[in-house]
């Protein structure tokens, strides 16, 4: 099986930055897709950035495009999040979300469903 490990959150002030980082381990190879997810306290969990490793596309949202960068290593086995000019909206648990899946359309880029496996979430705070 294929475990995902965030880290890097913690408590920052506005304007503030962090960097989250993601780590797949157990029997994992080189992901296909790979994101970061993020809720809120009584929101729904949204996509807020992505990689589509097939196609070489990298996806923001709108509200954090220019403040947040995702990466990955070279290994495709962990991805980053760096995030600046961070906002008291901004607080949420951030988690990771990962594809390997090759056989099939799974949902769009940022989507729950296209992602096969989770971490189980980094928090961020801004206050």
């Known amino acids: 099986d294929v475990q995902l490990v965030e880290s890097g959150g913690g408590s920052v002030q506005t304007g503030g930055s962090l960097r989250l980082s993601c780590v797949a381990s157990g029997n994992a190879g080189r992901w296909k897709d790979v994101a970061w997810f993020r809720q809120a306290p009584g929101k729904g969990r949204e996509g807020i950035a992505g990689?589509?490793?097939?196609?070489?596309?990298?996806h923001y949202l709108p509200s954090v495009a220019g403040r947040f960068t995702i990466s990955q290593d070279g290994a495709k086995k962990t991805a980053f999040l760096e995030m600046d000019n961070l906002k008291p909206e901004d607080t949420a648990m951030y988690y990771c979300?990962?594809?390997?899946?090759?056989?099939?359309?799974?949902?769009?880029?940022?989507?729950?469903?296209?992602?096969?496996?989770w971490g189980q979430g980094t928090q961020v705070t801004v206050s």
């Open positions: 979300a990962a594809d390997w899946r090759t056989d099939g359309f799974y949902g769009p880029p940022l989507t729950p469903a296209r992602y096969q496996y």
């Open positions: 990689i589509n490793n097939a196609v070489d596309t990298t």
